[in-house]
């Protein structure tokens, strides 16, 4: 018989940063925690007790956002200076740098073979880089305003994008051409995400919705309504049971994706929380915000095999796979009911509230109509919340004749894009020529020395 659900525990806190926490990632093995701030560094955690942490001195700007490479052996971060840097995870921490975009850089994302890394910025493109030559490929031009993220499929062959245009885009890495596109009229995307069989994306919304489509057929799935003020960000578990979400009105809260229903509300910040992320096996998950901290809790409340759905999930990788029960699909609002259980953290003195800043932080992660106003105190809460208005039939797809249109507007634009992302492609080409060439005159103005 399978054991009953046990609630999520806050394990420990992590304070070395001087702002707001913008990016957080685990390391494949689950040992390391990477973080990034409002401060310009990066810092490197071990999650053993007591155990030394790193700080990764070398943008110049805000670091918007982290990414750990699928073997661990590098770390990639985004920042406001219009650079990519990528680090070596170790005391050393050295990096190289990439003058990646000509605006602020707002995410980056390794593909799940480590071969590629996908950039998103607000000059409106998405780039995507070759990390064997460290090198860049090619460029993505379809949306209208700033980029707020890009992720890669787990097989690699989508790319997901969300915007200030209040779309969310589907991309081909093979042709690169955008092959699907899924509108709001309410808010806009701040972060978008796969599931880990590939089959849906999960957006965070502006308008304080979280939102799961099916790429496959094109249909929004799920729509939920649980916080108060925008969603900054989302994580799915690795079973793909369950989704996480950070959200301004200073809380985080967990789904059940099967049922369709909240299950958990954590409210252990001070301030709007801007990222979450669960660990490569689900176990432990992370969470940072406006105030500083770092935290890191046990899921506990999953009692499933990760293992087993993960390999599930590998085999299901590809577009064209038949559904399965792990698939989700709509359901109808789960009523349920729950006992208020509170768990207080031993040291409330470590939770401090940045108010100076909260209002700066707010302005460029999202609207500042959207932040939250009253700060709970540290606690998690299990509450009797239920997933509730269901987006009727006409609000479940774009209308065809309005995407065609759309479409036809774009197309002139889209061969000037397609145009630039070639010059671009050629004048890679003609650096690295030019390069060749300097090495060349030097190795034989060092032979005519010699000879000389």
Not at 217 to 234: I, M
Not at 394 to 418: F, G, K, Y
């Amino acid at each position: 018989m399978a054991s009953a659900l046990e609630d999520p525990a806050l394990e420990r806190y992590f304070k070395g940063h001087k702002a707001a926490i913008t990016s957080v990632d685990f390391s494949p093995s689950g040992k390391q925690l990477a973080t990034a701030s409002w401060d310009t560094f990066l810092m490197l955690w071990n999650c053993k007790p007591q155990a030394r942490a790193f700080r990764y001195v070398g943008h110049k700007d805000v670091v918007t956002s982290l990414r750990f490479s699928p073997l661990g052996n590098l770390l990639a971060s985004a920042s406001r200076d219009r650079t990519v840097r990528l680090w070596i995870p170790d005391k050393r921490g050295k990096s190289s740098e990439f003058k990646a975009h000509t605006a602020p850089v707002r995410s980056v994302d390794f593909s799940a073979d480590g071969q590629f890394l996908a950039t998103a910025s607000e000059d409106k493109s998405i780039k995507v880089w070759n990390m064997y030559r460290q090198r860049f490929l090619y460029s993505l031009y379809r949306h209208t305003h700033w980029v707020r993220c890009a992720k890669f499929s787990p097989d690699g062959r989508l790319i997901v994008s969300c915007s200030e245009d209040k779309t969310i885009k589907i991309w081909d890495t093979t042709n690169k051409q955008c092959v699907n596109n899924f509108s709001d009229s309410v808010g806009f995307a701040n972060f978008v995400d796969f599931n880990p069989n590939g089959t849906c994306i999960a957006s965070a919304g502006s308008d304080h919705t979280v939102k799961l489509w099916d790429v496959r057929v094109n249909k929004l799935l799920q729509h939920y309504q649980v916080h108060s003020g925008g969603v900054n960000c989302v994580s799915f578990h690795p079973s793909g049971n369950y989704l996480i979400t950070a959200s301004s009105d200073g809380t985080l809260k967990i789904l059940d994706l099967l049922e369709g229903r909240l299950i958990y509300t954590l409210q252990g910040h001070t301030g709007p929380v801007f990222t979450v992320s669960f660990s490569k096996g689900g176990e432990l998950f992370s969470s940072g915000g406006a105030d500083a901290q770092v935290l890191l809790w046990r899921t506990n409340f999953d009692d499933l095999n990760c293992k087993d759905m993960i390999k599930r999930n590998l085999k299901r990788l590809h577009f064209d796979a038949s559904p399965h029960l792990v698939d989700i699909y709509p359901r109808t609002p789960h009523p349920h009911e729950g006992k208020i259980e509170t768990v207080e953290t031993t040291d409330t003195t470590t939770v401090r509230t940045l108010a100076d800043k909260s209002e700066e932080i707010s302005r460029y992660f999202l609207n500042p109509s959207l932040l939250s106003s009253e700060c709970s105190p540290t606690s998690l809460k299990k509450k009797t919340e239920d997933m509730s208005d269901f987006p009727s039939e006409s609000q479940r797809s774009i209308p065809l004749a309005v995407t065609d249109a759309l479409e036809h507007i774009m197309e002139q634009l889209n061969v000037l894009t397609q145009t630039v992302s070639i010059l671009e492609q050629r004048l890679t080409l003609t650096e690295d020529k030019l390069k060749d060439c300097l090495e060349n005159q030097q190795r034989l103005f060092n032979v005519i020395q010699q000879k000389s």
